[in-house]
């Protein structure tokens, strides 16, 4: 099988696993909207984030350096797994300890209440993501998938169980994903006899010396992106302003309004799974760069025909996604999400382009690139949130994440240097701005003209996604 239909072989198989799984987690957000109320829903996603804010830090990069060194074929799957699982058990129980101490943070203050909740869900996010990764990496993508649709199916269940059978809120969300990932845990190390891999024996000083060498300049990057994340609601939530209206509701509403770009966040990383593993093992191919050039342009031109035609099917998606029965606040979210998928765009070629540092290991240049991102977004909060409240908050994410976009597409194409069309893709970026601004300003017959540029961008961009389809279809 040529390094193209693997793939494409791979991104079916993930997506076969993914996609009903995501579409049904999606739905949950009719739940979240009907029995959480926006303030609510601002918590969860604040502990949400904060447990992303937690795992690399105290699994000193796990998902970076894991999936990296046990797909090498030069080191050992049994010293890398076992290595692995003693440093992600000493960075947990330094967890435990630490956490219980940043409620006392003024900014943080939302922790308190669920300090014993929060650090239990990082434990077993923590490792269910060992387990994943692990089985993954030995190539095992069918049951990698399977894992995806079990854990989705128990996380529903649980849901359903905890926040709208027993009305248990924040706290029945929290208890849903721990037992949805332990549950996911066990079959895992069971299934993939992961037993096999652990040992006392195998843990290799020299292999963990390696991989912190790998991960260390990853960490703040991983970090760097949650507090992106996490700073926008929190600014949301704690500034105050007379020019817009702010605090916990609104926050609420902004998290909400992130949920309906994971629908293209949803294709990204499905693709994604596939994409990082053809990256590290195809690092070495003597065609690498064409095979870079090929995929980088299909995948960013589905990218840009996904963003234009969920802009377009915006109001009705949102409506769908959420349910205002309880909440009416809700029916006003469609107009902050437009500016979020144009910012999920770029998140998702950023990752594309990191995946290249990590695959040549140059993953100081991940950390810089990403650090631009993260202060531009911090000032532009500072900035724009007083002034535009929830809005200003996603031009500040969309912002951010471009800077980061312009800057990994020069620096990262001197070590893998693939062909990129500049001038297609700031053309896409201004139509996709256009349509944004037709969403919020909302003039009168603008689905026309939201039409016909949304045909614009598919005309601009088909061809390069049935170069690729002709050549996954070609025999031989």
Same mark, same amino acid.
């Given at each position: ?13 993930? =997506? ?31 502990? /949400? ?7 690399? %830090?105290?699994?000193?990069?796990? +998902? ?14 049994? /010293? ?9 058990? !000493? ?13 006392? &943070? ?9 300090? %014993? ?19 993954? !990496? ?39 994903? &721990? ?43 991983? $970090? ?15 500034? *105050? ?10 926050? @609420?509403?902004? @998290?909400? =309004? ?8 949803? $294709?990204?990383?499905?693709?994604? +799974? ?79 382009? @990191? ?6 290991? *140059? ?8 650090? =631009? ?19 200003? !908050?996603? %031009? ?81």
């Amino acid at each position: 099988m040529n390094k193209y239909k693997k793939l494409a072989f791979n991104t079916i198989v993930f =997506a076969i696993g993914n996609f009903g799984s995501k579409i049904l987690l999606l739905l949950l957000t009719r739940l979240y909207t009907k029995y959480i109320s926006p303030s609510g829903n601002s918590t969860k996603d604040l502990l /949400e984030t904060m447990a992303l804010f937690l795992i690399p %830090i105290f699994s000193f990069g796990l +998902q970076e350096y894991l999936i990296r060194f046990a797909l090498d074929h030069n080191y050992d799957k049994k /010293e890398v797994f076992t290595t692995s699982a003693g440093m992600t058990a !000493a960075g947990l129980a330094a967890m435990a300890v630490i956490v219980p101490l940043l409620k006392f &943070i003024p900014f943080l203050g939302f922790i308190d209440g669920f300090t %014993i909740l929060l650090i239990i869900y990082t434990c077993t996010s923590t490792i269910r993501m060992l387990c994943a990764q692990f089985v993954r !990496a030995r190539d095992m993508v069918k049951l990698f998938s399977l894992d995806g649709i079990l854990a989705t199916l128990t996380l529903f269940l649980f849901n359903v169980l905890f926040i709208a059978k027993l009305d248990m809120g924040v706290k029945g969300f929290m208890l849903s994903v &721990i037992l949805s990932d332990l549950c996911s845990s066990i079959f895992l190390f069971i299934t993939g006899q992961l037993g096999k891999f652990l040992s006392i024996k195998s843990f290799s000083v020299p292999m963990m010396k390696t991989m912190l060498r790998f991960s260390v300049p990853l960490i703040p990057t991983i $970090v760097m992106w949650t507090i992106t994340s996490l700073s926008d609601r929190v600014f949301i939530r704690e500034m *105050h302003s007379d020019r817009a209206v702010l605090g916990a509701d609104a926050a @609420g509403l902004y @998290g909400i =309004a992130n949920r309906v770009p994971n629908l293209i966040s949803m $294709v990204s990383t499905i693709f994604f +799974q596939a994409w990082n593993m053809s990256a590290i093992t195809e690092n070495e191919s003597d065609d690498r760069s064409q095979f870079y050039g090929k995929v980088y342009s299909a995948y960013e031109s589905i990218l840009f025909i996904a963003c234009a035609g969920l802009i377009l099917l915006v109001k009705p998606v949102t409506m769908l996604l959420t349910n205002t029965d309880n909440f009416p606040e809700y029916s006003t979210v469609y107009i902050y999400v437009p500016i979020l998928i144009a910012a999920v765009l770029f998140t998702s070629l950023d990752q594309f382009l @990191g995946s290249i540092y990590n695959a040549t290991k *140059h993953t100081k240049n991940s950390f810089w690139t990403a650090l =631009a991102a993260c202060v531009t977004n911090l000032v532009l909060n500072a900035l724009l949130i007083p002034e535009w409240g929830i809005q200003g !908050a996603s %031009i500040a994410t969309l912002v951010s994440y471009l800077i980061c976009f312009w800057l990994r597409i020069i620096d990262a194409r001197y070590y893998v240097p693939f062909s990129f069309n500049m001038i297609k893709n700031i053309f896409n970026t201004i139509v996709l701005l256009i349509m944004c601004g037709f969403v919020i300003v909302a003039p009168p017959k603008y689905m026309l003209w939201q039409t016909a540029l949304t045909l614009v961008v598919c005309v601009g961009c088909y061809q390069e996604v049935l170069t690729m389809a002709k050549k996954l279809l070609k025999r031989g």
